[in-house]
């Protein structure tokens, strides 16, 4: 600045000499006020300015402008401007209003708007500055801007019609989907009333609903009305119109919503047609018609047909159930027909029962029923068409008589007899026999047809069979039938055609042919003792094998334990010891699960997967252990589906696979896994395969014969000879095949089938938390193994858990139900004496229904049964953190009642 004219003593006086009104409007001015002199120094600051850029007055006053508010890039030009301004009286920002950037104290950059006014005074050159912070007002601009562009787009490409329309009713913008609805475009609904293409019908509904909201009776009008679509078709909508209002509540526009319901307009109409029509059907029947509650039984509409029968009037008998109505002795038999219906076992039945009329006589009655449900499958009411057989059965007792004879053989016959009607197949009488060995009742076996004793896989041939009956005797051969209690009964059957109780029926006479099958069955057991018998050798090789390598581990637990105890005698650290002898319990807990897989005996968790996501998901894992001699190629459909399987367990077939390939391989080769599709190769149904194909040295028809045997191997000195064995167990556990083809010389092709299924694979399980959180519930330990239980017992009291310790399932029922606290967990071993865990949970379960239950075991037994399905499994054998951490997310997990 020191080429600027020095300022003159008036100068610096300048605004001193301000009158007391001038000054009082610098300091209450809204805006941010600053002068300074010709050399560019500060005179006047004012407290907006302090406010706006954080400087106080008399930090600034007397000191350069250039150095508080001018942001650095800005300050050369500054300074050049004030020059040319005193050396020509020029300007080019001066006395008009412009935008530019300042700074304020803590450095932040900022828009502001500028006017700057210059005067001359005797002094020199004075400029005074006002100065409006403008970054609010132009972020709330640009906020506007971007909302009113969202409500736009919203609007045009709302799914629904939406439209803008005048407090007259006049369109001012629609949208698409609007414009859609009705035929038209967009531009030839705009200016258009909305009367125009309203429904005569209608106008008047539209007009009250404006009224009433104009009134302030409604906030947004909503109605259903037509509108003409431009082909002259009616469209039916849901209508929402609300006002938009100013500031000051001045109506500007109404926004309307539109929803096209025709389609259900016209649904709803066919349903009521539909239900005038069945109500007139139903109350002009010649036959009785009675609507009933599935819940109770309760008569809820009868037509005038069934009054008439029944001798009441239709007031009386909607305060009556149908057991009410009907004879006791028919009771029973119309009530099993119904729990029939509700279980699903069929739709429709029939039966003949006996009605009480008013005056107390009875009217025999054929009914047919059908249970109608909602769309949720839940029982609504029962339909009964009832036709009145009173005079036939007047006949039918005649003939009673000549039927006496009969009916003691039947009934004395020591063999199983029934009669069933040839048509519907239902059971007309069954004899004493029939009753003891099959173990219905005759109220039971009159609610079934023939057809409910059979077992699904003989129904075809049964009703193909059906076809030649003649009114002859006929023998049929042995068939299966089933008995009450669930169990097979195998008898032969001979039938004859006879005139039953005015039926055309079936006479059966069975045979029980139990003895008989216990010959054969023994026959077959003398046969197995001698194919087991040549199973032995297999089994010595796999006694030798599991001997072998559990006693290595053995070995290294043992000696490792004596290091271990002799170091912690002497009190040395022995971290190396205790990582060899966990090293060798999980090499052993490896070697049980592989044993487990081969004999199918593992507990699989099985799910959706994508068998394309697996093999791809392991591809790095298997380049790393193949090698880099050997090329891994993938060849996998796209559209071969689904498989349920256990997905630890199918990455273990792939690796197996894959790591057998390349052993087959010393010096290199190429390994190709391929995906497909296949029905009907292997057996019924539509199947998934996997092929794993190397080029390796193959194997010889004597190699193929052993190859899924246990601890068999033909890499001496290496493997333990279990990877073929446990995925052959694997796979046949998961319900599918495998097949090999080799050729000395020519490489080998394994190929697993496994059964498509439908659904979509399952997510991924979430990752378990890096350490197990204490607890405070109480859990109760069933486990007959009394060194785990103390075990187990000793880890949750450590964190903090209440434990109740049973050593067999009655000491753990007898806890359950007598324990005054809440039990929170059960954990139990699968297999337990006398009663199995899944059996001790259920019975846990009714005492404590809201316990959640976690099973554990090292192996799965027959005798055990199946876990729940979605039952939470510990496997044996586990670590502490492994127990703490399992059951922590056990109790975490949601209710799922029983065992889940």
């Known amino acids: 600045m020191s080429s600027l004219t020095p300022p003159t003593p008036g100068t610096r006086r300048a605004w001193q000499n301000l009158g007391a009104h001038a000054q009082s409007i610098l300091e209450w001015a809204l805006d941010a006020v600053i002068s300074i002199d010709q050399r560019g120094k500060v005179l006047a600051w004012n407290p907006q300015a302090e406010h706006i850029f954080g400087w106080k007055r008399d930090e600034v006053v007397g000191r350069p402008l250039h150095e508080s508010i001018i942001p650095a890039a800005d300050r050369d030009s500054h300074l050049a401007g004030l020059r040319k301004f005193l050396q020509t009286g020029e300007g080019p920002i001066l006395s008009r209003r412009f935008e530019t950037r300042a700074?304020?104290?803590?450095?932040?950059?900022?828009?502001?708007?500028?006017?700057?006014?210059?005067?001359?005074?005797?002094?020199?050159?004075i400029f005074t500055a006002f100065l409006r912070d403008i970054s609010e007002r132009l972020r709330v601009d640009a906020a506007l801007r971007e909302s009113e562009e969202r409500f736009r787009n919203a609007?045009?490409?709302a799914g629904t019609g939406m439209t803008l329309t005048s407090l007259d009713g006049r369109f001012l913008q629609v949208n698409r989907a609007f414009a859609d609805m009705l035929g038209y475009t967009e531009l030839e609904l705009v200016g258009k009333l909305f009367n125009d293409i309203t429904h005569p019908e209608d106008l008047q509904v539209g007009l009250d609903a404006i009224a009433r909201q104009r009134a302030g009776e409604i906030a947004t009008i909503q109605i259903q009305k037509r509108y003409l679509h431009r082909d002259g078709r009616t469209v039916w909508v849901d209508l929402s119109a609300t006002v938009t209002r100013d500031d000051k509540g001045v109506p500007l526009y109404t926004i309307v919503q539109i929803q096209d319901i025709t389609r259900r307009h016209l649904a709803e109409e066919a349903l009521r047609a539909s239900e005038d029509r069945f109500r007139t059907a139903f109350q002009l029947a010649p036959i009785g018609m009675v609507l009933t509650s599935a819940e109770d039984g309760r008569l809820l509409q009868v037509n005038r047909a069934f009054c008439r029968m029944i001798g009441r009037e239709e007031a009386d008998?909607?305060?009556?159930?149908?057991?009410?109505?009907?004879?006791?002795?028919?009771?029973?038999?119309?009530?099993?027909?119904?729990?029939?219906?509700?279980?699903?076992?069929?739709?429709?039945?029939?039966?003949?029962?006996?009605?009480?009329?008013?005056?107390?006589?009875?009217v025999w009655c054929e009914v047919t029923v059908t249970l109608v449900r909602d769309t949720?499958?839940?029982?609504?009411?029962l339909v009964a068409q009832v036709h009145d057989i009173s005079r036939r059965k007047l006949a039918e007792e005649a003939l009673r008589g000549s039927e006496k004879t009969y009916r003691l053989l039947f009934e004395d016959n020591p063999n199983p007899m029934w009669v069933y009607d040839a048509k519907s197949l239902q059971f007309l009488a069954v004899n004493e026999a029939a009753v003891a060995i099959y173990g219905y009742t005759r109220a039971e076996f009159r609610a079934m047809t023939i057809k409910d004793i059979r077992p699904a896989g003989e129904l075809p041939a049964f009703l193909a069979a059906r076809g030649g009956i003649r009114p002859r005797f006929q023998n049929?051969?042995?068939?299966?039938?089933?008995?009450?209690?669930?169990?097979d009964l195998r008898v032969e059957v001979s039938t004859h055609m006879i005139r039953f109780e005015g039926h055309e029926a079936v006479l059966a006479m069975l045979r029980d042919t139990t003895e008989r099958r216990r010959s054969v069955e023994a026959l077959k057991r003398s046969e197995a003792q001698l194919a087991q018998a040549a199973k032995m050798e297999a089994v010595g090789r796999l006694a030798g094998g599991v001997a072998h390598d559990l006693n290595n581990l053995l070995t290294i637990i043992q000696g490792y334990g004596q290091l271990l105890s002799r170091k912690m005698a002497r009190g040395e650290a022995a971290a190396n010891e205790l990582d060899e002898i966990r090293g060798a319990a999980q090499r052993g807990n490896s070697l049980t699960q592989q044993l487990l897989a081969f004999s199918r005996r593992q507990v699989l968790r099985p799910k959706v997967v994508d068998l394309n996501a697996t093999v791809a998901a392991m591809d790095q894992l298997m380049h790393r252990v193949i090698g880099e001699n050997i090329d891994l190629v993938a060849s996998l459909d796209p559209g071969i589906g689904r498989v349920l399987a256990d997905p630890g367990q199918l990455d273990q077939?792939?690796?197996?696979?894959?790591?057998?390939?390349?052993?087959?391989?010393?010096?290199?080769?190429?390994?190709?896994?391929?995906?497909g599709a296949s029905r009907g190769e292997v057996a019924e149904g539509e199947w998934v395969t996997l092929a794993v194909t190397d080029t390796g040295s193959g194997m010889d028809a004597q190699?193929?014969?052993?190859?899924?045997?246990?601890?068999?191997?033909?890499?001496?000195?290496?493997?333990?000879g279990l990877g073929l064995a446990t995925v052959y167990g694997i796979v046949e556990q998961s319900g599918g095949h495998i097949r090999v083809a080799s050729e000395p010389g020519q490489g080998s092709t394994f190929r697993i089938f496994l059964p498509r299924v439908s659904g979509d694979p399952a997510p991924p399980a979430a990752a378990a938390p890096a350490a197990p959180r204490r607890g405070t519930e109480t859990i109760l330990v069933a486990e007959d193994e009394p060194r785990v239980r103390a075990l187990v017992v000793r880890v949750l009291r450590e964190i903090g858990y209440?434990?109740?310790?049973?050593?067999?399932?009655?000491?753990?029922?007898?806890?359950?139900?007598?324990?005054?606290?809440?039990?929170?967990?059960?954990?139990?071993?699968?297999?337990?004496?006398?009663?199995?865990?899944?059996e001790l949970a259920r019975g846990v379960s009714a005492a404590r229904p809201d316990a959640r239950i976690l099973f554990t075991s090292g192996h799965i037994n027959d005798s055990a049964g199946t876990l729940p399905p979605g039952a939470h499994f510990l496997h044996k054998p586990f670590t502490d953190d492994l127990l703490a951490r399992r059951v922590r997310e056990v109790l975490d997990s949601p209710a799922r009642g029983g065992t889940a």
């Open 103 to 125: 700074v304020r104290k803590d450095g932040i950059s900022f828009l502001v708007e500028l006017t700057v006014i210059p005067e001359s005074t005797p002094g020199g050159w």
């Open 155 to 157: 609007f045009l490409h």
């Open 317 to 362: 008998l909607l305060r009556l159930t149908f057991v009410d109505l009907t004879f006791p002795e028919d009771r029973e038999e119309s009530l099993l027909m119904v729990k029939r219906l509700k279980d699903g076992t069929r739709e429709s039945s029939d039966l003949v029962k006996r009605y009480l009329k008013a005056d107390g006589g009875v």
């Open 376 to 381: 949720a499958g839940t029982p609504l009411h």
């Open 476 to 487: 049929h051969g042995e068939w299966t039938h089933r008995k009450k209690d669930g169990g």
């Open 653 to 675: 077939v792939i690796l197996n696979l894959a790591l057998n390939a390349r052993d087959a391989m010393p010096a290199g080769g190429r390994i190709t896994i391929a995906t």
């Open 703 to 720: 190699t193929l014969s052993h190859i899924f045997e246990p601890f068999f191997t033909t890499k001496e000195g290496r493997g333990t």
């Open 802 to 838: 209440t434990v109740l310790d049973a050593e067999d399932p009655g000491q753990a029922l007898q806890l359950a139900q007598s324990h005054p606290r809440p039990i929170h967990l059960l954990l139990t071993d699968v297999v337990m004496p006398r009663i199995s865990g899944p």
